[in-house]
């Protein structure tokens, strides 16, 4: 909860710095004509909405479980990076590289003017987008949300930079600089959004915690007295930081029905301490001679 509130707060603070950047942004362009201010400006355009679309996935992730999501809305931040990522490189990438490729064709239709604005609202840009990046940044763990306004951030930042190298480049006499510069925005944009769209997508097909998580669990499992043997061990996240799992462990084959209970709900105790543990369960196997006649093992009960 206390790292839900984080996440939220730092997409709070993310979304009000992004709006006050894309209004100084957008009448800079108005002023001056350079592309590649407009090209930021609609950047912080499209994160405005990409921060608002996240702020509601992770309110909309607090909701409990119910008949038609039985293992909460946790997935829901991912879902909202896969639409963020539709929308960098769909939307900004995209209609960057049309703009960008037409006036490198036809450089001497550009027209500039007062340029000085431009350069202290993109130094004041880059200071004011490096003060949520700093707080992202010095989060232990993120969230998939926080994840992708972190990538959001070092975007930005990167595109501002090349913006005003291409701003600075166009006083000095190269205007080619400028939808060279949009073009540089472009392609962060659209990688980055490839990036996020592949690492959400993932979650969302059922990505596991990764073998160190797994062993985890079984060392948990066997730390339990009466526990001989695990297998079958099956985990996937079903939200940022909450995994669903489940195992069959093995008992003696003797042992009475009440017995294998109290192992079966003293396993899902001691799986539930592990870092990220939601779900849990656990079928408990009588262990048989690998000789004996219907396998080595036989269901006593599963919960």
């Known amino acids: 909860m206390e790292e839900a509130q984080r996440d939220e707060r730092s997409l709070r603070m993310a979304l009000a710095v992004y709006v006050l950047v894309f209004a100084g942004k957008f009448a800079v362009y108005l002023v001056t004509g350079v592309m590649a201010v ?12 990409i921060a608002g679309l996240l702020l509601a996935a992770i309110i909309h992730g607090r909701k409990q479980s119910d008949e038609d999501h039985m293992f909460g809305h946790g ?5 909202a990076g896969v639409i963020a990522a539709t929308l960098f490189i769909g939307f900004t990438a995209y209609q960057l590289y049309v703009e960008a490729f037409s006036r490198l064709v ?36 993120r969230g998939p ?3 992708a306004q972190l990538v959001n951030l070092v975007t930005d930042e990167l595109g501002l930079v090349a913006a005003l190298v291409a701003t600075l480049f166009i006083i000095g006499g190269h ?36 073998r160190e998580y797994l062993a985890e669990l079984e060392e948990a499992a066997l730390s339990v007295p009466g526990v ?8 996937e996240y079903v939200g940022p930081n909450e ?34 543990a939601g779900y849990c369960m656990v079928q408990v196997d009588a262990a048989l001679p690998a000789s004996a006649k219907g396998g080595d093992r036989r269901p006593i009960l599963a919960c």
């Open 106 to 141: 036809s450089p001497e239709e550009a027209t500039y003017q007062d340029l000085g604005p431009a350069v202290g609202v993109l130094v004041g840009s880059i200071l004011i987008v490096a003060w949520p990046l700093v707080g992202v940044v010095h989060q232990r763990t």
């Open 145 to 147: 949300a926080v994840t």
């Open 228 to 235: 001989v043997g695990v297998r079958d061990i099956r985990a």
């Open 175 to 210: 205007p080619v600089a400028d939808p060279i510069a949009s073009i540089v925005v472009a392609t962060i944009i659209a990688y980055n959004g490839i990036g996020l769209l592949r690492n959400n997508a993932s979650f969302l097909l059922g990505r596991a915690p990764g």
């Open 243 to 276: 995994v669903l799992s489940g195992m069959h462990v093995q008992v003696p084959p003797d042992l009475v029905l009440v017995e294998a209970i109290r192992i079966a709900d003293e396993v899902r105790q001691r799986v539930g301490k592990i870092s990220d």
């Open 75 to 79: 997935r829901a931040q991912n879902v």
């Open 38 to 49: 407009l090209a930021e400006a609609l950047h912080t355009l499209s994160d405005v909405f």
